[in-house]
């Protein structure tokens, strides 16, 4: 079932965090955080609506890299129900895809339950003050991509979060599958 994250709570601050990444080295949100802004997203491997656009994903995290934009994405899913989501397999996806972004693990989904992350893809866009300016969509592709000219919603967001330090007033949220969260 497709789930939605609320909408954007402007000014809400980013939370910090220490998590290991897929190229052998931890990460903390300073070390990633980049002079225009930074761009927290949650993903995981096998969610279809990851899938999906995970090319898209690829090429706007470089594009925002280069205006400045520091970018990590974080999965927090539960990799004993979802072997598929395991570190492991992680690095095997980082690699496939070449990503130019840390891919970082939150076994405890600690850092995910601060963020209140609710699906994959959930992206979280921070000005260069780490308050939040965007909670919104990649673009209007769901479980299946969108057409390849579709409006690059994330990226025009960010851009405008590097350039004004604002992002826009109007997001629509994204959707994806639900976090996959351990048994209490």
């Not at 969610?47 to 994405?73: E, M, N, T, W």
């Amino acid at each position: 079932m497709a789930v939605s994250p609320p909408v954007c709570e402007f000014g809400w601050k980013a939370v910090d965090f220490t998590l290991p990444g897929t190229d052998g080295r931890d990460w903390s949100l300073s070390e990633i955080a980049g002079p225009k802004g930074t761009l927290i997203m949650f993903i995981c491997n096998h969610c279809p609506y990851v899938q999906s656009v995970i090319d898209r994903i690829v090429r706007d995290a470089k594009a925002l890299q280069d205006l400045g934009i520091g970018v990590a994405a974080i999965s927090a899913n539960d990799a004993l129900a979802y072997p598929q989501d395991s570190f492991d397999a992680m690095k095997s996806e980082a690699a496939r895809h070449a990503f130019t972004f840390p891919y970082l693990y939150d076994e405890s989904q600690a850092a995910a339950k601060a963020y209140g992350a609710t699906c994959t893809p959930d992206f979280f866009g921070f000005n260069a003050a780490l308050e939040l300016q965007y909670r919104g969509r990649l673009d209007a592709s769901g479980r299946q991509a969108a057409a390849p000219d579709v409006k690059r919603e994330l990226y025009e967001a960010m851009r405008m979060v590097a350039e004004t330090g604002t992002g826009p007033e109007h997001q629509v949220a994204s959707m994806g599958c639900s976090i996959k969260w351990k048994a209490a």
